[in-house]
């Protein structure tokens, strides 16, 4: 019954190659969306994508193509795999095509994904009969190693997952229980934003190891470059990231303990722990720093999560101080890209409102009348 479910992977790098290939290799048709036709273009002449690593197999893809209208038309699940800076401009160009009933899932959906998108849907289509969902991270360490070939070194033991209007998640999961077992249900969308363990593992180590990545350097990422004294500051982010949790009233661990849930890494901290991953291992550095760990984790990951915590007045002097290093070093305007609480719709509101808008993707406000 659930390999009568029909796909559309959004996004041809090296999430999407790997999603796609695996949707495609245990039966289901996906078609598969890339907007740079060059990039595809191989793939189009030949549909089948190779996996090997934990997953050994290949998979005909039913379409590849740089038509938002032919991609989704008809299809029941779209997981979106692109970055995070392309989510709204990518709901823009999905609105005017969706159909009601059909589901969006964001892979990952970083700090306020699902919140973005689900506005940016009911602002173009004004009533949203579409389920926006959020996964906490994408499922895969994956890389892909050619145009029609990716190599996942691990899949995750478990992520959670939330929609808009969070009433919706448990149908969602059933729908994708069959391909993904490891997706589980979080209370809402606030729990996955904060969860976003890639604001504590990308931008951190990018960016104090820029000048062995800068210089092309070969290096193990996670293994190498995150020593001790890298370690402690990731602690000090995370620390900061669990605090916010606390006063949003989100159940959340820490970077360590999700290290041993999620990969069955020990460790007494964050350092010991990615030492004792063999997710990690073989993982190289990025040949240069124009990449998504700054340029999407740093404003849709960072920035929300420090607008959020000020705007509840906690300060956040290590979330602050990597993205005042990234500003600096890009000469661009993270905060001013970013999502914000503001751009987020959670600007003045109470915890409990916050929690409203998750669950229910709108807010309805006490009326105060005047008892004479």
Not at 122 to 132: A, G, Q, S, T
Request: charged share 20%.
């Amino acid at each position: 019954m659930k390999k009568e479910l029909t796909y559309c992977v959004i996004g041809a790098g090296n999430g999407g190659i790997a999603m796609a290939g695996y949707l495609a290799m245990i039966g289901y048709k996906v078609n598969l969306y890339n907007r740079t036709l060059g990039k595809i273009l191989p793939l189009m002449k030949d549909r089948i994508i190779y996996l090997t690593g934990e997953e050994n197999g290949w998979g005909v893809l039913n379409k590849i193509t740089d038509n938002i209208e032919e991609a989704i038309n008809g299809v029941d699940i779209i997981m979106v795999t692109v970055p995070a800076m392309g989510h709204n401009s990518m709901a823009n160009e999905m609105a005017p095509y969706l159909k009601d009933g059909q589901i969006i899932v964001l892979n990952p959906g970083r700090t306020g994904g699902a919140l973005e998108v689900y506005e940016t849907l009911l602002r173009k289509r004004r009533k949203n009969n579409v389920v926006v969902a959020e996964a906490q991270t994408f499922i895969y360490a994956a890389r892909s190693t050619a145009f029609n070939h990716a190599h996942i070194f691990k899949s995750k033991k478990e992520v959670t997952l939330a929609a808009i209007p969070a009433t919706r998640t448990d149908y969602i999961l059933e729908l994708l229980n069959d391909a993904y077992p490891q997706f589980i249900p979080a209370k809402d969308v606030l729990e996955t934003s904060i969860n976003n363990y890639g604001a504590i593992f990308h931008p951190a180590p990018t960016l104090l190891n820029s000048g062995h990545i800068e210089r092309g350097a070969p290096f193990e990422y996670y293994t190498e470059g995150i020593t001790p004294s890298i370690g402690n500051y990731l602690e000090k982010i995370d620390r900061e990231r669990m605090e916010l949790g606390r006063i949003l009233q989100v159940d959340t661990i820490s970077a360590t303990e999700w290290l041993l849930e999620t990969y069955g890494a020990k460790g007494e901290g964050i350092y010991e722990a990615i030492q004792n991953n063999p997710a990690y291992k073989g993982l190289q550095a990025p040949q240069g720093l124009h990449i998504r760990y700054i340029y999407e984790d740093v404003p849709y990951s960072l920035v929300p999560m420090e607008s959020m915590a000020h705007s509840l007045g906690i300060k956040t002097p290590a979330i602050s101080s990597i993205i005042n290093v990234a500003q600096l070093m890009t000469n661009r305007d993270f905060r001013k890209e970013g999502r914000t609480a503001d751009k987020l719709g959670l600007q003045r509101l109470t915890v409990a409102e916050m929690h409203m808008l998750a669950r229910k993707g709108t807010i309805v406000k006490r009326r105060l009348e005047e008892v004479v």
